[in-house]
């Protein structure tokens, strides 16, 4: 039988799904959080609740509070600023980053698949200054890649102009294919496992 600790928690991975699994719950001073079944520092809505009852109810400076929970000043104040605008859902953090494609769309998106042919290699820094140009957008290279299919695309190579290829490709040999147990570069362990 697994020891208890190998075992998964349902309640921390019921957290961590939620996006509420608070990643410092050791920082977490107030006693009650230690010592109840019901107070767990593990969950962020929670924690975020007491130390805004605390303030507001017991009385507790701010600098208390934050110091007690764990949390910054200015986290407490946008702590307090999502709750008076939306309750206990204000407490729940929000995704970070963008909530969609917001960059390449419409005519913009039009644009870059219209430059694009398959099995040719399109140079996505010289795409982000045609966009920058005609649309007065920055849109970095990767964001051009992703929309075209996540592939990576070919860098051109600064010196000669060429595609980042080596020499021998460029001027038209093919290269053998080497398998890993023939590559002295790979650990031991990995070439035995990789033959065709």
Request: net charge positive; proline share 9%; hydrophobic share 25%.
């Amino acid at each position: 039988m697994p020891k208890r600790s190998d075992r998964k928690d349902p309640k921390t991975e019921a957290l961590l799904e939620e996006g509420t699994l608070n990643p410092f719950p050791e920082k977490v001073r107030d006693p009650k959080f230690q010592d109840s079944e019901f107070f767990d520092p593990r969950d962020v809505v929670q924690v975020k609740y007491e130390m805004l009852r605390r303030v507001l109810v017991d009385h507790v400076s701010v600098t208390d509070a934050t110091d007690e929970y764990g949390v910054s000043r200015p986290t407490y104040y946008q702590t307090k600023t999502n709750f008076e605008e939306a309750g206990i859902a204000g407490l729940v953090p929000r995704q970070r980053g963008p909530r969609g494609p917001h960059k390449l769309q419409g005519e913009m998106l039009a644009f870059v698949e219209k430059q694009y042919i398959p099995g040719k290699p399109i140079r996505a820094r010289e795409l982000a200054k045609r966009i920058r140009e005609d649309f007065s957008v920055e849109v970095h290279p990767r964001t051009i890649e992703r929309a075209l299919g996540g592939k990576k695309l070919r860098r051109q190579n600064r010196h000669d102009g060429d595609y980042s290829r080596g020499k021998s490709e460029r001027e038209g040999a093919v290269r053998p294919r080497r398998w890993p147990d023939e590559r002295p570069d790979l650990p031991r362990r990995l070439r035995k496992h990789c033959s065709p």
